[in-house]
């Protein structure tokens, strides 16, 4: 069983008893809050492991207590959920922005939530301010302003495409496997985007440009940054 603890902040009544059945059924313990104001108090108090924060909540609403959360060095690494039923892109990236480490939208499959979660408490703990600026050779990536920069000329990508690339620069060399990336990635439900992911690496490829070959395919495995890759353009 799980020792890993949540803090729900979602101010539905129905949706917060359904999660809170299901995530400690699989064996978290939960705390449901159901306003801003409550969530930034039990996050300083009780030091969860990850937050799912509803994006519409009264007093404080979601983008500011995700705002909060990574301003403040007590709560900064706490990994951040965000549920919503805003499903726009843009809103996805206003989150990202925030420093949500994934974004998941109403309605939703309980399932595929659960998986989700999985992956967040997988990965290691988010990173300080201070590791929220990347970069190898030209390419350097801003993951609080959602900025990329390619020999010093912005480039813009998809919240996923940004997630990928983001991998693949804090782990240079590391081989990800389809699943790996996936649960790094965001946008759609775990299934789908897994389907899709080879898709989105071809994107990403095409806008790195001359950087592209250093984003590399393992064959029966998946992908991996080799940082010594040539830059020339390949057919």
């Given at each position: 069983?799980?020792?890993?603890?949540?803090?729900?902040?979602?101010?539905?009544?129905?949706?917060?008893?359904?999660?809170?059945?299901?995530?400690?059924?699989?064996?978290?313990e939960?705390?449901?809050?159901?306003?801003?104001?409550s969530?930034?108090?039990?996050?300083?108090?009780?030091?969860?492991?990850?937050?799912?924060?509803?994006?519409?909540?009264?007093?404080?609403?979601?983008?500011?207590?995700?705002r909060?959360?990574?301003?403040?060095?007590?709560?900064?690494?706490i990994?951040?959920?965000?549920?919503?039923?805003k499903?726009?892109?843009?809103?996805?990236?206003?989150?990202?922005?925030?420093?949500?480490?994934?974004?998941?939208?109403?309605?939703?499959?309980?399932?595929?939530?659960?998986?989700?979660?999985k992956?967040?408490?997988?990965?290691?703990?988010?990173?300080?301010?201070?590791?929220?600026?990347?970069?190898?050779?030209?390419?350097?990536?801003?993951?609080?302003?959602?900025?990329?920069?390619?020999?010093?000329?912005?480039?813009?990508l998809?919240?996923?495409?940004?997630?990928?690339?983001?991998?693949?620069?804090?782990?240079?060399g590391?081989?990800?496997?389809?699943?790996?990336?996936?649960d790094?990635?965001?946008?759609?439900?775990?299934?789908?985007?897994e389907r899709?992911?080879?898709?989105?690496?071809?994107?990403?490829?095409?806008?790195?440009?001359?950087?592209?070959?250093?984003?590399?395919?393992?064959?029966?495995?998946?992908?991996?940054?080799?940082?010594?890759?040539?830059?020339?353009?390949?057919?």
């Amino acid at each position: 069983m799980s020792n890993s603890r949540i803090l729900l902040v979602e101010d539905d009544p129905a949706i917060s008893e359904i999660l809170q059945h299901n995530l400690e059924r699989e064996g978290y313990e939960v705390i449901p809050v159901a306003d801003g104001q409550s969530a930034l108090h039990r996050a300083r108090s009780w030091s969860p492991d990850l937050l799912i924060l509803d994006l519409m909540i009264p007093v404080i609403d979601g983008l500011e207590v995700c705002r909060q959360l990574r301003s403040d060095p007590r709560t900064q690494e706490i990994r951040v959920l965000m549920l919503t039923a805003k499903g726009e892109e843009t809103d996805e990236v206003v989150g990202f922005n925030m420093g949500a480490d994934d974004y998941v939208t109403k309605p939703f499959r309980v399932k595929p939530l659960m998986e989700r979660v999985k992956a967040q408490l997988r990965r290691p703990a988010a990173t300080s301010a201070k590791g929220d600026i990347v970069a190898h050779g030209g390419i350097e990536m801003n993951r609080i302003d959602h900025v990329v920069t390619l020999d010093g000329q912005e480039v813009l990508l998809t919240p996923t495409e940004f997630r990928l690339l983001w991998t693949f620069l804090r782990q240079q060399g590391r081989t990800f496997s389809r699943h790996e990336l996936m649960d790094c990635s965001r946008g759609e439900d775990a299934n789908s985007l897994e389907r899709t992911i080879d898709v989105h690496i071809r994107s990403l490829r095409k806008k790195l440009g001359d950087y592209a070959p250093c984003v590399e395919t393992v064959r029966g495995i998946g992908y991996r940054f080799r940082p010594n890759a040539t830059t020339a353009v390949t057919s």
